[in-house]
């Protein structure tokens, strides 16, 4: 077979994908629309992109960002990590400084949901590249046919306990596809625990996840794996679902 061409299966799965894909896609604009909105926290060191706004400057916004996730992540003391020695919730990190935060909020501003999408070339510590080692790290990007300057890197895509299943976590997700295509990184990479279900919430939206990854990390009590999504795998129904998120996310809602 040659290289690249598809089994008849992977046809199959790829159809249902671009089927579910569109479905989720159609629930979650019609969310952002009248139930919540979705932010993308632009560092001061990145393009700005034109027809995005944002109300909150940087600095306080993830200083909001990393509260919000560490009592989340806390999980009632299961990570205690995440508790600081005065009591409140802290989760800073490196990663953090030039990176994109993806913010789901609702009507009066409250945090439902966010994901860091910080730019490989420009860490001292990927989280990735700490999990697989620098050996196989290096020969991932090999496979992946693509240098470090065109990958985005996922991390703490943390949704509130009582909005999972509201579609906060689908919204996140496809403003993350359209922040690849903004800042022509089209390939995203993760570390992704699968206790708790990051996993699945990637690979829902085709990410796939690399054979042999998986392994207990105890810091998080969770073991955790490595996904990969590559847009320029994407069959045309799902470029079509980010096309009509790219509108939303602009706030052109008379273009879906």
Not at 87 to 101: I, P, Q, R, V
Not at 119 to 137: F, I, T
Not at 174 to 192: F, N, Q
Request: hydrophobic residues 40%; positive net charge; proline residues 4%.
């Amino acid at each position: 077979m040659a290289r690249g061409q598809k089994t008849e299966a992977e046809t199959t799965s790829l159809d249902e994908l671009g089927r579910w894909m569109w479905e989720t896609t159609t629930l979650a604009l019609e969310n952002m629309r009248t139930t919540f909105r979705v932010e993308i926290q632009v560092p001061v060191d990145a393009e700005q992109f034109s027809g995005v706004s944002s109300s909150r400057r940087f600095e306080p916004a993830v200083q909001e960002i990393r509260a919000f996730r560490a009592e989340i992540l806390y999980a009632a003391g299961r990570r205690p990590f995440f508790r600081s020695a005065n009591g409140g919730f802290a989760d800073s990190e490196e990663a953090d400084t030039h990176a994109y935060h993806i913010t789901c909020r609702d009507k009066s501003g409250g945090l439902l949901g966010c994901l860091r999408l910080a730019r490989p070339d420009l860490l001292r510590s990927s989280a990735v590249e700490a999990h697989l080692g620098p050996k196989r790290a290096a020969r991932l990007v090999r496979e992946l046919g693509i240098d470090r300057t065109r990958l985005l890197e996922a991390g703490r895509l943390v949704v509130a306990a009582d909005q999972r299943r509201q579609g906060v976590a689908a919204a996140i997700l496809l403003t993350a596809l359209v922040l690849g295509r903004w800042t022509g990184r089209p390939v995203i990479w993760a570390t992704a625990g699968e206790r708790d279900g990051q996993n699945s919430y990637f690979t829902r939206f085709g990410s796939s996840v690399l054979p042999g990854s998986s392994r207990y990390v105890p810091v998080y009590d969770d073991t955790v794996c490595v996904v990969t999504h590559d847009q320029r795998l994407l069959v045309p129904l799902i470029q079509q679902c980010i096309g009509m998120a790219e509108r939303a996310v602009r706030g052109a809602d008379d273009q879906f």
